[in-house]
């Protein structure tokens, strides 16, 4: 079988520097708010290239804080419209909708998959406060223009970097280009923990003291609490982990980038399209989306050949139970990339022999 993501081989990668890092955590008797999570949150946001990092439990708490924050702070109320991707992972617009604030779904460009910059400026309306980017499959959504948009309607602009840890715009990381971002460090992505974890990173001084408070119950000195906060901290233990990956994110990026650039090079079937060279220029390739109109005999064909695939997402957000009140929205572009995207095997650890039977088995597929 070619996993979709080997997490055992990922691992085996930093194996000695883990179980170091885990050893010395055990050893320590500290475990939460110790030296390791400091640590991390200074050589993030020193990769990032941002002035404050501040730890988390996982990357759906990391956009809530923020938005949260921005409330205590007076920058957004109950009822404010946020401008989010259509076609995201739920976890976007939850963090909208848990903040009670109102998310508007924007299309997505086909070409890009990222939210198209030139439909956001007609669906600002007097309550829009901000527009958030997530830049998806680990492409880099931010554009001049959208940054433009923000700083013309006095906009916060607020990334989710959950998949995109170490892309780049121009000399800018991802999680560097807006008012504050969000991000998560579930095993699977990019730089992976053994476990959940999440960060905001941002240059505001006083946002990231917020988020802190926030996220210790909203206490930002013991047993005194200013805010009605929640439990939101990262472990010693996935910041020791953390810490080990970190240094090699970005050559293990530049593999990812290689079996991305394999595949569209390679890749030959005219019931496939693959990612355009413009996609691949600025992307980490958390996933590799191909789009086929027959997905789902592509995918089960795959597996009966041992190659594991995934769909990013089969169910878009506004057709999802949960968000009823969007089910009446028209967003045939998302609703199109949703039935038709498939995501292979394009991680560190896969082989040159694995993309190699994964190319050949797509460029067989027939229907």
């Known amino acids: 079988m070619i996993e979709l993501v080997n997490l055992k081989r990922i691992t ?21 708010k110790g030296n390791a999570t400091k640590r991390f949150e200074q050589e993030y946001a020193d990769y990032t290239g941002t002035r404050h990092c501040v730890a ?9 804080l923020i938005m949260r924050a921005y409330i205590e702070m ?34 997505p460009r086909r070409d890009t998959l990222q939210i198209d910059d030139s439909l956001i400026e007609n669906a600002i309306t007097k ?42 715009f121009g000399d800018k990381k991802t999680g560097a280009l807006g008012d504050a971002a969000g991000h998560s460090f579930y095993p699977t992505k990019n730089l992976g923990a053994l476990g959940d974890g999440g960060a905001v990173t941002t240059d505001d001084a006083e946002l990231a003291d917020m988020v802190r408070a926030l996220g210790n119950y909203g206490s930002e000195r013991k047993y005194v ?8 901290r990262m ?3 996935q910041a020791a982990v953390l810490l080990a990956k970190l240094p090699f994110l970005d050559e293990e990026n530049e593999r990812r980038r290689s ?33 086929c109109k027959q997905r789902d005999k592509l995918q089960e064909y795959l597996k009966a050949n041992g190659v594991q695939t995934d769909v990013h997402y089969p169910i878009p957000p506004h057709h999802q139970r949960a968000y ?44």
């Open 12 to 32: 085996a990668l930093h194996a000695e520097s883990i179980r170091q890092a885990l050893t010395d955590v055990a050893d320590s008797g500290w475990f939460l």
């Open 74 to 107: 007076g920058r957004l109320k109950e009822g404010d419209e946020v401008i989010v991707p259509a076609n995201t992972y739920i976890a976007s617009i939850i963090a909208v909708s848990r903040c009670r604030l109102k998310p508007v779904l924007v299309e």
């Open 127 to 168: 309550r829009t406060r901000a527009v958030m980017i997530v830049h998806m499959y680990g492409r880099c959504a931010f554009t001049d223009r959208i940054g433009d948009i923000c700083r013309r309607h006095n906009l916060l602009l607020i990334e989710d970097n959950a998949q995109a840890h170490g892309c780049r």
């Open 225 to 232: 609490f200013s805010h009605k906060g929640v439990n939101s």
């Open 324 to 367: 009823e009140e969007l089910r009446s929205l028209h967003l045939p572009i998302t609703e199109a990339i949703h039935l038709e995207e498939l995501s292979i095997p394009v991680s560190q650890v896969v082989t040159e022999e694995e993309r190699e039977c994964v190319a050949k088995l797509i460029n067989d597929f027939r229907i």
């Open 235 to 237: 472990d010693e233990l």
């Open 56 to 64: 988390c439990g996982n990357g759906l708490d990391a956009l809530t």
């Open 259 to 291: 079996n991305a650039r394999f595949y569209i090079d390679n890749i030959k079937n005219r019931l496939v399209s693959l990612p355009t060279d413009d996609f691949w220029q600025n992307c980490v390739f958390h996933i590799f989306p191909l789009m």
